[in-house]
């Protein structure tokens, strides 16, 4: 890694801001934006750099883009204060949202027509593996990205899996895991409730199912927010009818059924539905409850 290497990380939501403190753990300069103020302020706080975007984007080596989606990360590139154009040529994009690969391929394409590195780069494990620099990134990119984006993927990631050399592949891997990922945490929002309604109390289900074949890492991640009745949004509810609905689009171009990704998505519509959208995803559990009349911990 150069002396000094100067990164950006667009997005300080939990990932986001995870993500910076790893830069910056790793000595990288590391300036943060976000809609949100005081997450800018807070990244200061900590180390962050100082510098508008526009002021500060031709001098970035790396810049991390951990936004909710296709059209934010476009924006973002490329909108009416594009990031990509006010880089220097050789810079890294690191883009980090769950998209579809088609749209990765054409964020590639975009970047490279005007000289910049496009990482197609969706991440996994959650906002206490991005804060610890231990996330799991499905990457895909040329062998120069990988080069150029490098100090940033040793800063954050545990495991950083290289799934080719052209963009596209790590969302398609990406789109693979939310649908297991999603259909997990609905899947344990049944059994969990299903068990209530045979007495089955939630702590106990967790005690047990946790320790047999039935249990996953959504699972024993989520099922402790529905036991102790916290629902603050560590993964909002609203995160998996894009995620879920990015997977169906997939299927449908490739004239593949995914009837169990359906119902899941189902679900999670049903919990937007009720209000429920900027909760944890593990509040898809009141769906169950509300339709059976079942009390959930920490329900009046």
Same mark, same amino acid.
């Given at each position: 890694?150069?002396?000094?290497?100067?990164?950006? *990380?667009?997005?300080?939501?939990? /990932?986001?801001?995870?993500?910076?403190?790893?830069?910056?753990?790793?000595? &990288?300069?590391? &300036?943060?934006?976000?809609?949100?103020?005081?997450?800018?302020?807070?990244?200061?706080?900590?180390?962050?750099?100082?510098?508008?975007?526009?002021?500060?984007?031709?001098?970035?080596?790396?810049? *991390?883009?951990?936004? !909710?989606?296709?059209?934010?990360?476009?924006?973002?590139?490329?909108?009416?204060?594009?990031? *990509?154009?006010? /880089?220097? @040529?050789?810079?890294?994009?690191?883009?980090?949202?769950?998209?579809?690969?088609?749209? #990765?391929?054409?964020?590639?394409?975009?970047?490279?027509?005007?000289?910049?590195?496009?990482?197609?780069?969706?991440?996994?494990?959650?906002?206490?593996?991005?804060?610890?620099? $231990?996330?799991?990134?499905?990457?895909?990119?040329?062998?120069?990205?990988?080069?150029?984006?490098?100090?940033?993927?040793?800063?954050?990631?545990?495991?950083?899996?290289? !799934?080719?050399?052209?963009?596209?592949?790590?969302?398609?891997?990406?789109?693979? @895991? $939310?649908? !297991?990922?999603?259909?997990?945490?609905?899947?344990?929002?049944?059994?969990?409730?299903?068990?209530?309604?045979?007495?089955?109390?939630?702590?106990?289900? *967790?005690?047990?199912?946790? $320790?047999?074949?039935?249990?996953?890492?959504?699972?024993? @991640?989520?099922?402790? &927010?529905?036991?102790?009745?916290?629902?603050?949004?560590?993964?909002?509810? @609203?995160?998996? =009818?894009?995620?879920?609905?990015?997977?169906?689009?997939?299927?449908?171009? #490739?004239?593949?059924?995914?009837?169990?990704?359906?119902?899941?998505?189902?679900?999670?519509?049903?919990?937007?539905?009720?209000?429920?959208?900027?909760?944890?995803?593990?509040?898809?559990?009141?769906?169950? #409850?509300?339709?059976?009349?079942?009390?959930? =911990?920490?329900?009046?």
């Amino acid at each position: 890694m150069p002396d000094t290497f100067r990164t950006a *990380v667009i997005g300080l939501g939990s /990932m986001g801001y995870g993500i910076a403190q790893s830069c910056l753990r790793a000595g &990288h300069v590391t &300036h943060g934006f976000d809609v949100v103020p005081s997450q800018i302020e807070r990244l200061k706080s900590e180390g962050g750099a100082k510098g508008d975007l526009a002021d500060i984007a031709g001098t970035l080596d790396a810049a *991390v883009i951990v936004v !909710l989606n296709a059209a934010q990360t476009e924006e973002v590139l490329f909108g009416e204060e594009g990031l *990509v154009r006010m /880089m220097r @040529n050789g810079a890294v994009v690191l883009a980090c949202a769950t998209v579809p690969p088609d749209f #990765a391929r054409s964020m590639e394409a975009r970047c490279s027509a005007l000289g910049i590195h496009y990482l197609d780069a969706p991440i996994s494990g959650g906002s206490a593996k991005a804060a610890s620099g $231990q996330l799991s990134i499905m990457a895909s990119g040329t062998p120069d990205t990988f080069a150029a984006a490098r100090p940033v993927l040793d800063a954050t990631a545990e495991t950083v899996f290289e !799934l080719g050399d052209t963009a596209g592949s790590g969302s398609a891997m990406k789109a693979v @895991n $939310q649908l !297991l990922a999603g259909v997990h945490i609905a899947t344990m929002a049944e059994a969990l409730t299903l068990g209530m309604t045979q007495g089955v109390s939630p702590e106990k289900f *967790v005690e047990v199912i946790s $320790q047999c074949a039935g249990t996953s890492w959504m699972l024993e @991640n989520r099922a402790p &927010h529905i036991v102790a009745g916290d629902y603050t949004p560590l993964s909002q509810v @609203n995160i998996w =009818p894009k995620d879920l609905g990015i997977v169906l689009d997939i299927a449908k171009s #490739a004239s593949f059924s995914a009837p169990i990704t359906a119902a899941a998505l189902q679900q999670y519509l049903a919990a937007a539905g009720m209000g429920l959208g900027r909760e944890d995803d593990a509040a898809v559990a009141k769906v169950y #409850a509300r339709n059976v009349g079942l009390t959930l =911990p920490g329900e009046a």
